[in-house]
T-cell receptor, first 110, second 114 residues
């Protein structure tokens, strides 16, 4: 059974800092891995999708890496802003469904 | 494009009552998914449809839960004889043909069972 773990559970940083969120998964036979953002009371927004054959994806200030052999992914956020405050969820595709971690709650202080 | 919509946004019910939630996917999206999210946890997969066919159900979906997508458009999720453990956010997502990994999520329905 695929399990996804995210560390840390919560993170508080001052504005402008670079930060790294970690995700690990137990079964390396994944299709793809995705990072989502969830704002309070709202649905999820996809940030980055890394296909199983890729090692990283970038979008603006976000960079996500994937190491299938070690079962790990990281989400790097550069020059953090207060608007980045949200819960960040890592999820792996297991067949036709997503298996999510519990998320990292990020607070960026101005 | 109006995005995925869910109705109601909030539902408070007493234990033992039945509830039904509706999800309207983005137009032309052929895949529709239901997830459940409890406080402090990530969403958990419940079931998914391709057009009107329900292709996969999680073991989380007990006999009290049923989902339908009668014409391959909107979907309903019904919970019978609700229990306090059913309190959660129920999320719906859809994806377009040929792009199963592009999931667009709705805002969710928050269920509170008292």
């Amino acid at each position: 059974k695929q399990e996804v773990t995210q560390i840390p559970a919560a993170l508080s940083v001052p504005e402008g800092e670079n930060l790294v969120l970690n995700c690990s998964f137990t079964d390396s036979a994944i299709y793809n891995l995705q990072w989502f953002r969830q704002d309070p009371g709202k649905g999820l927004t996809s940030l980055l999708l890394i296909q199983s054959s890729q090692r990283e994806q970038t979008s603006g200030r976000l960079n996500a890496s994937l190491d299938k052999s070690s079962g790990r992914s990281t989400l790097y956020i550069a020059a953090s802003q207060p608007g980045d405050s949200a819960t960040y969820l890592c999820a792996v595709w297991d067949g036709n469904k997503l298996v999510f971690g519990a998320g990292t709650i990020l607070r960026v202080k101005s | 494009d109006t995005g995925v919509s869910q109705d109601p946004r909030h539902k408070i019910t007493k234990r033992g009552q039945n509830v039904t939630f509706r999800c309207d996917p983005i137009s032309e999206h052929n895949r529709l998914y239901w997830y459940r999210q409890t406080l402090g946890q990530g969403p958990e997969f419940l079931t998914y449809f391709q057009n009107e066919a329900q292709l996969e159900k999680s073991r989380l979906l007990s006999d009290r839960f049923s989902a339908e997508r009668p014409k391959g458009s909107f979907s309903t999720l019904e919970i019978q004889r609700t229990e306090q453990g059913d309190s959660a956010m129920y999320l719906c997502a859809s994806s377009p043909p040929g792009h199963p990994y592009e999931q667009y999520f709705g805002p969710g329905t928050r269920l509170t069972v008292t």
